[in-house]
């Protein structure tokens, strides 16, 4: 599935509307242009002089250039905060600096647009449905992750678990002074004959 620059851009205008301290910073970057590449997706956008996104279909040197890997996707599949690490961002150092505020900065509040569509009630049993589901999804998450470890180091003896490393170092320094003591029984034995 391919994202469409008019979707985004509509998207976070929207987000923008609700924010005019925001607006009003990406307006100051008027007629800046900036790219979002990778997988899947190849967006361009210019900001508007009233502090919006407008798409932009030609292929002019963007002033700065923002490259999601594919690798911080698989690496960070749950977690926006890890994929946000792996994101390369070149060019303009101030106008990438004023992206990356005003992206961190935007928050949806989707139970009032739930709310205009749906109505209160069901927009705030929507809201709580998405929070559960999210908690739900992060513990699944978190016990995948268990099981296949428990799994890797218990079942199929691929891994070593803690205890075994800790009883193998133990055994290797038992080695080592028992090793030092017959060392020191034969040098005494040495000694005497």
């Known amino acids: ?34 790219h979002v590449s990778g997988p899947s997706l190849n967006l361009a956008f ?25 690798k911080a996707f698989t690496d960070h599949p749950f977690d926006i905060e890890g994929v946000k690490k792996n994101v390369e961002v070149s060019g ?32 705030s049993r929507i809201t709580i449905f998405i929070h559960n589901l999210a908690q739900i999804l992060k513990e699944g998450k978190d016990s995948l992750a268990a099981n296949v470890s428990e799994y890797l180091t218990e079942e199929a003896h691929l891994l070593v678990g803690k205890h075994e490393i800790n009883s193998y170092i133990k055994d290797v320094d ?11 029984r034969i040098s005494l034995l040495e000694e005497k004959v």
Not at 4 to 28: E, F, Q, R, W, Y
Not at 96 to 118: H, M, P, R, T
Request: with cysteine; aromatic share 8%.
């Open 1 to 34: 599935m391919k994202l469409s620059s008019k979707i985004v851009a509509k998207l976070v205008n929207h987000l923008l509307s609700n924010d005019d301290a925001l607006t009003n910073l990406l307006a100051t970057c008027h007629p800046k242009v900036f």
């Open 46 to 70: 210019a900001v508007s002089k009233y502090g919006h996104l407008e798409p932009v279909f030609d292929k002019n040197e963007p002033d700065v250039i923002i490259k999601i890997p594919f």
């Open 92 to 123: 303009n150092a101030e106008f990438a600096s004023i992206l990356s505020k005003i992206l961190s900065s935007l928050n949806w509040d989707y139970e009032n647009d739930l709310s205009s569509v749906f109505g209160d009630i069901l927009a």
């Open 174 to 184: 038992n080695l080592r002074d028992s090793v030092e003591r017959l060392t020191q």
